[in-house]
């Protein structure tokens, strides 16, 4: 039998309600009657302030027992109860219901309604559930409602408030096939009981259950308010953090799932075939005809976990190969591989992309010195080059797990299409942090726009070149194998170093010569690739090449560099960094002389 049930019927609960049952009570009322959700309505904020100061009175044991047995006038004065009185029947002086508290000297007073909602906020909310209304409610005031702002209004806590309520987390190791499939739990805790009225500690036993939705990932949190220990201001809210169980062979990756075979090289040179077991149990046979690279992926869309929003969809099951190269091999067995050129391929490809993928990125500018460029650098003068030659344009990777991080979206790779003559190409040009220059791809189409066969691509290439510094690989952008001819970047940085040097002293000379009076337009580039001892092109394999030598040393056809006023005495340039793929284009001329590439070779 309680005093009054005023607190109560504002919360529209019983006397016997739990804390649990009380919170939920509040919970309810505050969404309900927050003057923000309420602008329009003038009686919105007092109802506000009349759930609030109930629960802050219901919610503390100690307030509470003092209610039940004496009432809310002995609770505000601190004394005796005097009779009934004030608006609407309530304590003379308790005004929140409904007209505002003036507050009493001597005994308890309300704190701020915003407070008693942040603090609530804080602590969890009514349990395990999805709190978004108070959170957002709460938005923009750093979690502490709004009274508490200087001249915000409301009131004062007359006294220091309640200690905010504990969280206890507990980590839940579950199987990923139980993440995939969901299941119930029931979770036996032990927990310290605090009796109000006798002040005596128990040890009690307590079982919790609740459901894990299929697709719930790692990190994720299941709440419960009030079930841990109790201790004389409230209970310990417990929240359970979902863990997930090693798997044997499935890893997962957001919605996705994935799992890795081993190949030895030789099934990677020839073909190979494995059996692969889903989530679900279902059995899939995986094949490749080879040559087949270390990190290639197989994709099956459908077959991984279940969005946790969208149960009904799911996302990719992959297949990841690795191939384990042999420890040691025979002279004869090194032999044999030398004579295999599609062999060497695949070496040079599984180290580079091992190189790429742990090269440290370097911001520092080496451009002159050592003609390599940064991935700041590249993107300049890939922008420099779709600029002046609206044939090359940016593209971006087939998916985002294709990207790489050192270069922006939408800006991963250079392409041009539909160059001639006969067969037509389409050219890419990415970038290698480990050589740190750009690699050049060429994808061969017939005349009848079918693909050619990869070897066919080689057709094009110089003869020294085939098989050695050209390279057939996946292009590593795409998620399908997409085999494309490569010009192995090993050498590109030393070259472009030549290049750059010899346009420097051509531009040099003409500049003397213009200053003395004589004849500009001299072929002070000759020789340029020539007189390196990095190539060897025969006379009859220039003819993309000469060009480019003939417009940088000043000679007829197409446009001069852009070569910006100096000064006596100031280091002439010939070719600035933004250039320097128009450059690369001009070596890379050179290497597939079959080939027109584009605009840039008039240049």
Known sequence: MVAETKLYDALSIQPSASQDEIKKAYKKAALKWHP???TGNPNAAEKFKEVSQAYEVLSDPEKRKVYDQYGLEFLLHGGAPPP??????????????PGGFQGFRGGFSFSNPEDIFANFGRSGGAGAGDDDDIMNL?????GFGRGSRPGGGGFRPARPQTPEVTIVEKHLPVSLED???????????????????TGQRSTQDKILEFDIKPGLKAGSKIKFSGVGDQEEGGSQDLHFIIEEKPHPTLKRDGDNLI???????????TGWERKVTTIDGKQLNVRGAGPTQPGHKERYPGLGMPLPKRPSERGEFIVEVDVKFPRSLTTAQKEKIREAPVAMNLL???????RDRYAPITKTSTFRASGQITPEEFLLAGDYLVYKFPSWSWSDASSAARRVNYLPEGKQFLVTRGVPPLRTYTLYVSYTPYYRTPRFWLSGYK????PLPPQAMMDDIVGDYKDKTVTLEDFPFFDQSVKMASIHPCKHASVMKILLDRADAALKLRLQRAKAGAKTDIAGMEGLIDETTKLSLAETERRGHDAGVRAAGGGGGGDEWEVLDQEDGEETVAIRVDQYLVVFLKFMASVTPGIEHDFTMGV
């Open 84 to 97: 009934e009185g004030g608006s609407g029947g309530m304590p003379e002086g308790f005004q929140a219901f």
């Open 348 to 354: 040079h490809s599984a180290l580079d992309k091992v």
């Open 179 to 197: 993440l995939y499939k969901g299941t119930h739990k029931k979770m036996k805790i032990k927990r310290k009981a605090f009796d109000p009225v």
């Open 447 to 450: 005349s009848t726009s079918e």
């Open 259 to 269: 799992t890795k075979i081993e190949l030895s090289l030789k099934e990677a040179l």
């Open 36 to 38: 923000d959700k309420n």
């Open 138 to 142: 709460l938005g923009g005031m750093g």
